[in-house]
């Protein structure tokens, strides 16, 4: 009884604390989107080529290029979604951020440098090399596009948890309309700073979430005298599910298609990095291959600090908020992080008010970098890859070509504002999950078939991309995510789920490889023998890049 008042009391003087307070909320937070808004505006005037729009001008040394690949990597899904996850599910939600960091291994060994020294601006320069353009092309393009907007329906989803948090939102139309400026506002960053203002955007972005995460890393940790045992045991205990907390099995484990279902989202977070548009496109603001590679070196070392971090959080506020409280505020967990860092800052106190102003503004300018990354990934492989290559073939100007970029960020956008609006109540690190599961279906194989088997042909590439992005999103539309489960899923009060897994990477991925091998193996088109051995000349020293 006293433990169920004490409880509703606070969530009581924490609604009461956080309207006092909104003014001052609402104005740090605010300053933080101006601030970051400021930075975009003045890398946007010194856009003035492709080359700048798309890669940046390749001016960014290693450590400015690691610190914005861990700003586009550390998105709303590692920040909310995973101490949400691990605040609900203990274990099983901690596995986000292994599979999330170990994945880097995967880009840093078989893609990062290859990939810089073959292509241009897009993944479509390296698979059009040594294959027919125009199909290429179009496939890369579109792959491009969808995995970009699966992950951006995270961003939105977490971006509409946040600010309606903020602003004492509780409607659905409130919570749609915040998606809806979002959108807005990743198209201003876009359209106006390309590369450039994206870039300085995802360091700045990265500086502060680092620097929010270990803030309050070290407050949670105080609360417990610095002693993790303690921090644990409390979180187990007032999970309500005691010692199974803290072992495999909670959310995965419970019956064989739960346990299926790990696997496949081992597999996806694995595996996608490596085949993710917006992450593949860093690679080309480095100068270098070298480059490329240390840049990769600097964000596992930045990201592994972060992800440690998740797990100070995810307990935190397991064992400070409790799981009931989480859940009133977002059935998925995605309001723990701000949560908690109200609780730390004093509840009912100006401290209070500032630190969830400050660690949600922190949170907001991550999902905008990311959004940005994505937008520009997908926008830039449209103009590159199917509006100069395929539609114009290769007679576009440059200042068509970057007119016909802001176009797309104007239409993709768009996409994400109505399919976001549907996703505002799922988690944000599973929806996240899903985008990782369609990369590495689509994307992943086509490129180290490219890069590696010199049998490969463009039947295989456009077997590979078209099968592996197909298979994916059709069995994404069947499972559980988009239906069936009344308070998690896309489209409530249906149920249409046939497919039982949550993340489709088990089929999907070898799917995509195998298609990618039999679509060769069947293919009437000879190899191109010397251009594959042109393309492992360039991938490996880097000879002729641009």
Known sequence: MSAAYDSHHVIQLAASSTAEHRPLIITLFAAFVAATLGIT??????????????????????????????????????????????????????????????????????VAEPLRNSGRYTMGDVLAYRMRQRPVRTAAGVSTIVV?????????????????????????????????????????????????GTTWVQMVKAVLLIAGALLMTFLVLLKFNFNISDLLGTAASKSGHGAAFLEPGLKYGATGTSKLDFLSLGIALVLGTAGLPHILIRFYTVPTAKAARKSVNWAIGIIGA??????????????????????????????????????????????GAVLLAVISAVAFATILAVVAGLTLASSSSFAHDIYANVIRKGRATE????????????????????????????????????????????????????????????????????????GSVFLVLFSPVVSGNPKTSMFKGVDFAWFPLENPGLISIPLGFLLGWLGSLLSKEEPDKGKYAELEVKSLTGAGAH
């Open 41 to 110: 505006v003045w890398a946007g005037r010194q856009t003035r080529s492709a080359s700048d729009f798309y890669a940046g001008g390749r001016q960014f040394t290693a450590f400015q290029n690691g610190l914005a690949v861990s700003g586009d990597y550390m998105s709303a899904a590692s920040f909310l979604g995973i101490a949400g996850a691990i605040a609900l599910f203990g274990y099983d939600g901690f596995l986000y951020s292994i599979g999330f960091l170990v994945a880097w291994l995967v880009a840093l060994l078989l």
């Open 148 to 196: 970009s907007i699966f992950y951006l329906l995270a961003q939105m989803a977490g971006a509409g948890v946040l600010v309606s948090l903020l602003l004492g939102i509780t409607s659905d139309a409130g919570k749609i309309l915040i998606v809806a400026l979002v959108g807005v506002l990743m198209i201003v960053y876009v359209t106006i700073g390309g590369m450039k």
């Open 306 to 351: 972060f992800y440690l971090m998740t797990i100070a959080l995810g307990f935190g506020a397991a064992a400070l908020i409790g799981p009931d409280e989480i859940r009133a505020k977002n059935q998925a967990g995605n309001a723990a992080a701000p949560q908690l860092a109200e609780y730390l800052g004093g509840v009912g106190t100006t401290g």
């Open 399 to 470: 200042r068509e070509e970057m007119r016909a970029a802001r176009w797309a960020t104007v239409l993709i956008g768009a996409v994400a504002i109505l399919l976001g609006a549907f996703a505002r109540d799922m988690n944000v690190a599973g929806l996240v999950a899903l985008a990782f599961a369609v990369a590495a279906s689509a994307n992943l194989p086509t490129l180290l078939y490219s890069l590696f088997w010199k049998r490969f042909t463009t039947q295989g590439a456009l077997w590979s991309i078209y099968g592996g992005l197909a």
